[in-house]
């Protein structure tokens, strides 16, 4: 069953020119938040917009999801290519344009994935019965999910938001230090808008920085009171904020966690959270698969 109501987010076709033209004010290259913040001041879009829940997930955005799609629709086309910590930068092919063309790089993905639901058919059952979008199948991820939102992280997600609330904060403990941090510790057993963690980070080797944390398995959206909050149990000789959520942040907390004049605090929501957990193989493993490139078959 379909929504009721359109999206009030602007569609992947409607992101693919402002991701690009992001990029090229960003000097060639980004990650996904830069370009998240560039498109927004760009566009000019709304905090109702920016905080509407993308349908059936429970750490992202509607347009983060849209502009997930868009960012895999200029890769699929060769505009854009992303390192394994999701920096995405412009191809040298590409680096002088001044525009691409948004109907021409969805016209090519449609083809392509035309082309493997062809492949799919030839490997029907003897029912006549094919496999549906999201059917599982690792194969067929790339024509039902963008890049950035593979089965594996909703997994993922679902996984997290069903921890031990303790278990959960010993899981951040342990990325905190995967990350640099050191003389990390819990606090407490049960969280209630302090501080469930404390640590030191220190940077080049030499300046360090004394720092709490605050973990909450959300399902939808931090507010800016629960940053608030957080940053008033920060004692004086914390230096530094960080707030680490299943969920993801409203605009209003973001705004908040960055008020000049106020201790700033950093932000982890659930996609980056995953990101992070996958980077270091925390409780993951890395599976590698291949693509078929079937142009170069059909044209040597």
């Not at 109702?48 to 059936?56: F, K, S, T, Y």
């Not at 680096?95 to 639901?117: G, H, M």
């Not at 507010?223 to 000789?237: E, H, K, N, Q, V």
């Not at 914390?238 to 605009?251: L, N």
Request: some cysteine; aromatic content about 8%; charged content about 30%.
């Amino acid at each position: 069953m379909g929504r009721e109501r359109k999206n009030l987010s602007p569609t992947y076709t409607e992101l693919i020119i402002p991701t690009y033209d992001a990029l090229k004010q960003l000097g060639g290259s980004g990650t996904n938040n830069e370009i998240y913040e560039r498109v927004i001041v760009d566009l000019n879009l709304s905090d109702e917009v920016l905080d509407e829940p993308h349908l059936g997930s429970l750490n992202q955005s509607e347009v983060e999801y849209q502009l997930a799609w868009a960012r895999t629709y200029l890769k699929n086309y060769g505009i854009i290519v992303n390192s394994a910590r999701s920096v995405w930068s412009i191809t040298s092919e590409y680096a002088s344009e001044l525009t691409v063309s948004a109907k021409e790089i969805v016209a090519f993905t449609v083809q392509k994935n035309a082309k493997k639901r062809e492949m799919a058919k030839s490997n029907d059952k003897p029912d006549g019965k094919t496999d549906k979008p999201e059917d599982d199948i690792d194969s067929n991820d790339d024509v039902e999910f963008p890049d950035e939102v593979k089965p594996w992280r909703q997994q993922l997600a679902n996984v997290l938001q069903n921890m031990d609330p303790y278990g959960f904060e010993r899981l951040s403990q342990r990325l905190l230090r995967e990350c640099g941090f050191t003389q990390v510790s819990v606090t407490k057993k049960s969280g209630d808008g302090g501080i469930d963690g404390t640590g030191k980070l220190k940077i080049n080797g030499i300046v360090s920085f004394n720092v709490a944390f605050q973990c909450k398995r959300y399902k939808g959206l931090v507010s800016s009171g629960d940053i608030r909050d957080f940053r008033g149990s920060l004692t004086t000789d914390i230096e530094k904020g960080i707030f680490i959520t299943t969920g993801s942040f409203s605009k209003a907390a973001k705004d908040e966690a960055t008020t000049p004049g106020k201790k700033q605090i950093d932000l982890i929501d659930g996609e980056e959270f995953i990101s992070k957990l996958a980077e270091y193989s925390i409780g993951v493993k890395e599976v590698k698969t291949y693509e078929i490139d079937e142009d170069f078959f059909s044209k040597i």
